[in-house]
């Protein structure tokens, strides 16, 4: 498949421990934010949105934590599979240019071992 | 599958060339965004078109254009291209025109401009 982002940051876990990904957001004023799975070969996949109005937010196997004093959102996975392994984007829903629009941070690169 | 499919997966060409690459959104999505994705740059919102018209526009060049069609697919031109513009670019839909809308992407379309 397709390789993204080389020289991205790399957190490698064992399987079955919990992950934390981290990401700043630039904005204060961004009131919605998504983290996005990238697998490689792949587009970026939806996995779990917050609205600033929110301080944490569960899904399946994943919570995304969201501290606006420090602009600072986290994503934690659960017992982590190895089918976790990709890249992470965080996403700020941001009004700049004149438009509303989706701003997607860096990426970290997960890396699942057995 | 996501649902929203782009042609071509690959396209290889030269430089001063201009290229079409195509998208279908998902079934009954409006929108249509195009993103470009650089190993040292990220993904990087380019323009979005909702039924047609052009709802928001992000860091796109003036070589390169984009419109959306009745059928609603879409089509993203790249002209005089540089070396700088290899990269994949991927198209996402939603059903809403906001960037609220959760977007689904498709598979990319790899542009390497030799």
């Known amino acids: 498949g397709e390789s993204v982002g080389l020289h991205l940051p790399t957190l490698s876990v064992q399987e079955g421990d919990n992950s934390i990904i981290n990401c700043a957001y630039s904005n204060s004023a961004s009131d919605y934010f998504i983290w996005y799975k990238q697998e490689s070969g792949k587009g970026p996949q939806f996995i779990i949105d917050?609205?600033?109005?929110?301080d944490k937010r569960q899904g399946q196997r994943v919570t995304v934590l969201l501290n606006k004093t420090v602009k600072h959102l986290s994503l934690q996975i659960t017992a982590t599979q190895p089918g976790d392994s990709a890249v992470y984007f965080c996403?700020?829903?941001?009004?700049?240019?004149?438009?509303?629009?989706?701003?997607f941070g860096a990426g970290t690169r997960l890396a699942v071992h057995p | 599958d996501s649902g929203v499919t782009q042609t071509p997966k690959h396209l290889i060409t030269a430089t001063g060339q201009r290229v079409t690459l195509r998208c279908s959104p998902r079934?009954?999505?409006?929108?249509v965004y195009w993103y470009q994705q650089s190993l040292d740059q990220g993904l990087q919102f380019l323009i979005q078109y909702y039924n047609g018209e052009e709802r928001a526009k992000g860091n796109i060049l003036e070589r390169f254009s984009a419109q959306q069609f009745p059928d609603l697919h879409s089509e993203l031109n790249l002209s005089s291209l540089e070396l700088g513009d290899s990269a994949l670019y991927f198209c996402?839909?939603?059903?809403?025109?906001?960037?609220?809308?959760?977007?689904?992407f498709g598979p990319g379309t790899r542009l390497t401009v030799l």
């Open positions: 996402a839909s939603s059903a809403g025109g906001s960037s609220y809308n959760e977007q689904f």
């Open positions: 917050i609205r600033s109005n929110m």
């Open positions: 079934s009954g999505d409006l929108s």
């Open positions: 996403a700020e829903f941001m009004f700049s240019g004149g438009y509303n629009k989706l701003i």
